[in-house]
């Protein structure tokens, strides 16, 4: 039986590769399930950690990117989408919509495009880190370089 969570990484550096993205995919001995185990891990401020999030926006998937060092408002997510009702997903709706179990979604490769949101605040980081289809892989970027390959909107999200 293959490896699906090494598969996930493959997916995700290949999906990178066709993005343009110049940064490498690397693996952390520790497991970077939260944005502070990343952030030491990698010897950074979690906020540069750009945490892949995901809610249900009413009942539809959709991806906030995430500073690690803020929390996530779903009144100000749900105003800026215009939507009635923002609710946290289940780890099966995560699965669902991404591909990937909750500590290593990344932000792209999922099966349908997600409307996806960028907290504004990682825009003062030269470079953040995303998840890359695990745990214990990541991936460095810009907020530049994330809001194009997300297709995402930038945004106060944890007014």
Known sequence: MPDTEQQSVIHVRNTLKLFGVKGEVRRLDDSARTAKEAADALGIE?????????FLADGNPILVMASGKHRVNTNTVAAA???DEVTKATADDV??????????????????QLPTLVDISLSQYDEVWAAAGHPHYVF??????????????????SI
Do not use: N
Request: avoid cysteine.
């Open 46 to 54: 979690v906020g540069q950690i750009a945490s892949s999030l995901i």
């Open 140 to 157: 460095p970027t810009t907020y530049d370089e994330l809001l194009r390959i997300t297709g995402g909107h930038a945004a106060e999200i």
């Open 81 to 83: 989408l215009e939507v």
């Open 95 to 112: 699965r669902a919509a991404t591909g990937y179990a909750i500590g290593g979604v990344a932000p792209v490769g999922h099966p349908e």
